[in-house]
Every structure is written in C-alpha cells, then in structure tokens.
C-alpha cells in the first residue's frame, strides 16, 4: 500500500492512503502542539486493534457478543535498549464463556497480521526518487531469481520473462503496481490481490499452484482489463474525455440514431441485430455510452472481427459493457495463448451457466486418474483434512468442452462452494478449478456460501448466474450432488500449441453455429484479445439493454451533480423521473451515475431512497418524508450517526404532522439527546433552511471528488498513451 505524506504546520504531518487521512503529531515538550498521536502512537494502537479484530472476527462467527468482552495492550521498554519491546495483551472474557471458545479467542489473536510482520520483521529499503508522482516503479515483491527459467503448460514464454514483460507495461504508463495481500492456505494453491497504488479501485487477483504463477496471472488480468477499459466500465469519464478526439479507442466510430431514435447503419450485423433486437424495441438512445455521456456526440461503437469472413462489425460501446461485463478478455505472451485463455473462460462460464441452470449431475474423476496429478490431489486431500468434504467432478458434457469441476461442500454452514475452471489441457482445468476455488479465501471465507436447493426456479433465476460468475455466491441445485450422473466421465484432451488450442475451440464454437467477433489491443505492448460470441457469452440478459441500461445515469447525473443549485420545480423533476423509472430504492447513486465518491462520506453512501426523502424534505412534503424515514430507519444499513440523524428527522416530522404538538416544547431534551449541532441541522432540514444535509455540492467538473479523480486519472495515463501511439502512426 502506498502511503503519502505531507508536512502541515509546525511538527503535523498528514499521511494520504486509499479514501483514507491520518493527521499525526508530536507531544508539546517534543515542540509539537499535541493536537494528535505521534506516528509511534499509531503504531502501538495498530497492534491492539489488530488483535481486537481478530477476537471480532471469530466471535462473529461462532455468535457470540463481544459487549463483555475487554482487550487492552501495553507497551514494557527495556530500559537498556528502548528499541527492545514486550507488546503485553490483555483480554477479559465473560465467565460464562466456555473453555473452547477461550483458547480460540487467544488463537485469534495470535494471527493478528501486525503482530506477524513486526515479528517476522520488516525490510526497509529507502531511496530518493526525481518525482514521487511520476516514479513507476512497480511495488511487487514476488520478482523471481536471475536466471530463472519456469515454464508452464500454456505459456509461450517462461514466467520470469512474463512478469518482467508485464511488470514493464506498468512503467511505462506510470503506474504503480502493489500486492496488496498473498494466501496459500493449501499445498499447491496461491492466490494475490494486486492494484494500482493511486487508484485503489483499479486492482485483479491471481491464482495458480506457484506464487510466480499466481503473480502471472494477476498481472496478466490486470493488463487485460487496463487493454479493454474494464476498470472504468460503468465511471463517467468527464466532459474533457467525453469531448475528446476519441473518448475510448483512437478506432473508435460515432453514429447518430436514426429517423424516430431507431438504430443506425453501419452498427452491429444482421447476425446480432437479431439476438439484440430481436422485436425491434431496441432504440439509438439505448446505446449512448456511460463513460461519456455525450447523447449529442451520438453513439460510439467498437471495431470487432468477425471470425467467420474476416469483416469488421462496430459493437456499441455501451452493449459491451452492459451485457459482457469481464467474459471473454485476455492477455498473453503472444496473440494465440491470449485467444486460448480468452475462449477457454467463455467456455467455462457457458458450462457452468448450463450445468447449474439444467440441473446436471456431473460424474466423479476416478480416484486412478486424480492419481496422475499428485499436487492437485494434495490440495485437495488438504481441504479434505480441514473438514471440507470435496467433490472433484468432470464437467466436459461427455467430452464436449474443455471444462472441469471442483466443488466445495461446508459441513458447518451447510453451504457449497462449485468452482470451474477451463482450458484445453485437463490437468490444467482441474487446476484452475482447484485454485479458483480458494482465491483469495481464508477457511473462514468458505463460511459464505449458500446451501443448496431443490427450488428449480431459485437456480435458474438469471440472476443467480450473475452471482455465479462475480464471486460464485450463487445457489447450487441438490440435483447437483445425486451419485448418479447424468453424462459419462470422459478423461477427454484437447492439447497442442496454443495456435492448434485456439483452433480447436474457435471449432466448437462453429460446431455450435455460434458466431465469435473479436478486438485485438496491442497498443500496451502486450496482445490482448477481447472476443464476444453473441447469444452465448452474455452475463446479463439481453433485455436489460432497454430495461435496465446502465445509461439510466444520463438522465440524472447532471442534476444530481447539481443538486444543490436545483430550484424547486427542477428537484420536483429529478424526483417525478426517479419514481416514473422504478429504479430500486436502495441501490446506491455511485451505481447509478457512475461517479465514485468517497465511501466515508454522505455522499459515498447515498442511496436513491435517501436522496428521495431529502428531496421530500427541502419541497416541505413532510407525509412523504416521513414515510421515507421510516423506510430509511428500518431497512437501510447505514452509520450509527446517520441513523441517529435520521431518528431525529423522524421526530420532528411526527410533531410537526400533528396539531397539537409544539416542536418548541420537546427541542431541550432533543438536544440532549441527540446534540446542538444534530438537531440545528435536522430543524433547518424540516423548516427549509438547510438543503441536502450532509452533501457536500458538487458539480459536472468534479470539484471535491478525489476518489473519482483518482481513477479518472488512471485512465488518462491510458488515454495519453493511445493518442500518442495514433499521433505516431498518423504522422508516418
């Protein structure tokens, strides 16, 4: 993580990290003025609230409160060498708490993470840099040994010159890269979560039988989502982007809807118009991009390749984005590994949505055969030996896709856990259904999954299939686990060079009738693919490109933007257009403009029902805020003092909606109750004085939002290094 300091006045010093400022200081007979902890405070309270929770987190799951339950930590000097230290830490557990659940509370604390790496000890490196901003060199700590050379099935090139290729990417754009955390709970199974050091929402995970493997991995994701805008899928972009030569792609082509908004020429083929429009309900204002929001500007549409003849065809931009999400992107030491990773997870996802939508029973992998791949069945006898019962099934449909299963059964919760993974090698699927499976997961992490279920409706549910494919959360049906299986076991092999892969699974698709386009990105130096295959490899259903577009944020971004320069028959407006769209009360207005606020702040947990009852508020509609208030008080999961605020809006609506009672006669124990400054806010809110309390303004240029300049930015870094490469192309 990175860290940034900056020097206030006299002996202060602020630290900048995430969404997140520590202001710190030094004791007056230091020279200071007191108004803070010093840096070695900070460090010490670290540890205990570490160790705190942890005690936290395994109580939660065992429910058990914590109200009686007391940690405190204290610091012993050596007085020969104030550098040696004991960290002393005291718990005080309730009488009634069972022996078992004591020694587990003193387990729990001796994982805190700070107490790890201060007793492991950390190396400090220290240097001077010509421009901290503009200092790119990547902060990953996996780099492998000089004259290493490690290949893996699957690879053209030996990890170590994959990372180094990959790593160079990054340095060139200016970015910094940093591994934010590392697992290897099982033999044979790691997984990482890496970033962008200035723009924490940019970030992928990893996973493989190795630490390089699994660094190889994140950065090849990492790569493949910067190649294909997916960081920045649904985040408007800024009226300078948005006005630009090209907001997405040097290649990009704009199109103006036609006579009544109907779809232009020169869009999509007759092949997808007839998965996309299939009733011809479909309209041009449907597809104007998020990212840009420019409708004037028309719509911008991508250049895929067909791969049946060979011809371009224009994708929206705004179709990719809504129906794909990340399905069907990949990046590779050379353009036929990328198209075999890319395919092989459209594959994997369409299995797994057919397995678990049709209900199949899947055959078991004979014992003989996981016989062959002995570090495979290690990590999975390792997840047997924690009490995790695991079923290792073939998922190839009787050899017809290069597709395996590993699924997960949780004696303790009840819950399952079926992960997939795909790719032409068998050994190499069951592996990736092995490591996906514990990406990124503590044992505690396999506590979160849903039991399965008989419910044939509940499976089938598209929505279902998106939880499946964004963390694998979905239901799983008990048809599932029958031992009688619906398709033979096949030990099937559709291996070669990854030119030969490719065109193996090009020919699936074929044989299927199905059409692929694709979008080559070389521009970052590395060949990345992003391929579609229309009507096959969609994640969200197709008509939620007229019903629920994530374009719905041009109809209110800018006023909401501009809320408080709204008069009252404009916010009367925005508040008939958010009820006529039926949008869920309780999605958040970061979804819904794509704008990424702060989440510490109003704003950054904002949710539509909020702002309607603030609207409610400042046009004296005090029926309809009450019962927006309730709703607030009862169903949203917002701060303690968001609540309390609301608690009190709640009361002074209820006197002020009735006859008889005087506000002025019940303001004294208000104020004791809930603060001078809570009830002057929460009285002028009621009477019209106070407008949106608690939202900073904002505007169109984005003024105050730092967490979505942050990831604006990153996209410039991108933006400047395409134009430039179309600058140098334009002039040779």
């Known amino acids: 993580m990175e860290i940034k300091v900056n020097y206030l006045d006299n002996l202060r010093l602020e ?98 993470t700070v107490k790890k790496v201060v007793q492991t000890g950390p190396e400090f490196q220290i240097e001077t840099v010509e421009n901290l901003d503009e200092d790119a060199q990547a902060l990953l700590m ?72 699994a660094l190889a991995s994140a950065l090849g994701e990492f790569i493949e989502r910067l190649s294909c805008n997916f960081f920045y899928n649904d985040q408007f972009f800024g009226l300078d982007l948005a006005n630009h030569d090209f907001v997405h792609y040097p290649d990009e082509k704009w199109f103006q809807p036609g006579p009544h908004d109907s779809l232009p020429g020169g869009i999509l083929d007759d092949h997808c118009r007839a998965i996309y429009d299939p009733e011809g309900e479909l309209a041009g204002s449907n597809l104007i991009d998020t990212n840009s929001g ?23 931009s705004n179709l990719v984005e809504n129906l794909f999400l990340s399905n069907g992107m990949s990046a590779g030491n050379t353009l036929p590994e990328a198209q075999v990773q890319c395919l092989s997870e459209i594959f994997e996802r369409a299995v797994k949505r057919q397995i678990i939508e049709e209900e199949i029973t899947l055959p078991d992998v004979p014992l003989e055969v996981m016989q062959k791949y002995p570090h495979i069945l290690e990590g999975v006898e390792a997840l047997e030996a924690q009490g995790f019962p695991v079923l290792v099934k073939d998922a190839s449909l009787g050899g017809q896709f290069p597709v395996m299963c590993v699924t997960l059964m949780n004696p303790k919760t009840g819950g399952v856990f079926a992960s ?115 009507g096959y490899s969609e994640v969200y259903p197709v008509e939620d490109l007229i019903w629920d577009n994530t374009n719905k944020a041009l109809l209110f ?68 805020a009450l019962d927006r208030v309730q709703m607030f008080l009862q169903f949203n999961d917002n701060t303690v003092e968001r609540g309390l605020f609301y608690q009190a809006v709640n009361a002074v609506l209820e006197i002020a909606l009735d006859d008889e009672l005087e506000l002025e006669d019940f303001l004294y124990n208000f104020r004791r109750m809930f603060g001078e400054a809570t009830m002057e806010t929460v009285v002028g809110a009621v009477n019209g004085t106070v407008r949106f309390p608690g939202l900073e303004p904002v505007g169109m240029q984005l003024e105050g939002l730092e967490r979505h300049q942050r990831l604006i930015e990153s996209y410039k870094k991108l933006h400047a290094h395409r134009a430039a490469l179309a600058a140098e192309k334009a002039s040779a």
Not at 98 to 107: A, F, N, P, T
Not at 307 to 314: A, F, I, L, N, R
Not at 499 to 521: C, D, S
Request: net charge negative; glycine share 6%; aromatic share 10%.
């Open 557 to 624: 971004r800018e006023d909401i933007l501009h809320l408080h320069d709204l008069d009252d028959e404009q916010l009367s407006d925005l508040l008939e257009r958010l009820e006529e769209t039926q949008i869920d009360d309780h999605e958040t207005i970061t979804t819904l403009i794509g704008i990424e606020f702060d989440e510490n702040t109003v704003w950054g947990q904002l949710t539509i029902l909020e702002l309607k009852l603030m609207a409610n508020l400042a046009l004296g509609q005090f029926e309809d």
């Open 142 to 213: 996996a780099k492998p040994e000089e004259g290493e050379s490690t290949w893996i099935e699957g690879k053209d090139l030996p990890l170590e010159q994959t990372i180094a290729n990959m790593t160079a990417i990054f340095e060139r754009l200016g970015m910094k890269v940093e591994i934010a955390s590392w697992r290897n709970i099982v033999p044979h199974v790691w997984s990482l979560h890496i970033r962008d050091a200035h723009s924490n929402m940019c970030f992928t995970n990893g996973k493989g039988s190795t630490k390089e493997s």
């Open 294 to 316: 420019n409708a004037e500007r028309g719509i911008v549409s991508l250049p895929y390749v067909r791969q049946s003849d060979g011809e371009t065809v224009y994708f929206p």
């Open 15 to 112: 630290a900048k990290f995430d969404d997140f400022t520590v202001i710190s200081d030094q004791p007056i007979r230091y020279k200071g003025d007191g108004s803070a902890p010093g840096p070695f405070d900070y460090f010490l309270a670290s540890s205990a609230m570490c160790a705190a929770y942890f005690v936290k987190v395994y109580c939660n799951a065992r429910d058990i409160p914590t109200e009686n339950i007391r940690l405190s930590q204290n610091n012993i000097v050596d007085p020969e060498n104030r550098y040696k230290q004991i960290f002393k830490i005291q718990v005080e557990l309730p009488e009634d708490l069972s022996e078992k659940d004591r020694q587990g509370i003193l387990r729990s604390i001796e994982r805190c």
């Open 420 to 534: 997939f993974g795909a790719h032409p090698s068998f050994e190499v699927a069951l592996e990736r259904s092995l490591t996906e499976l514990m990406q990124g997961r503590s044992f505690e992490g396999l506590n979160d999954f849903m039991p399965p279920t008989f419910n044939s409706l509940a499976v089938s549910e598209p929505n279902n299939f998106v939880e499946h494919f964004i963390d694998s959360s979905g239901v799983v049906s008990w048809r599932f686990f029958s031992s009688k299986a619906d398709v033979a076991f096949v030990e099937w092999d559709f291996s070669g060079s990854n030119e030969e892969e490719a065109a193996t699974l090009f020919g699936i698709l074929e044989a299927l009738e199905l059409e692929a386009y694709q979008a080559v990105h070389e521009d970052l130096g590395a060949p990345v693919c992003r391929i579609l295959v229309p």
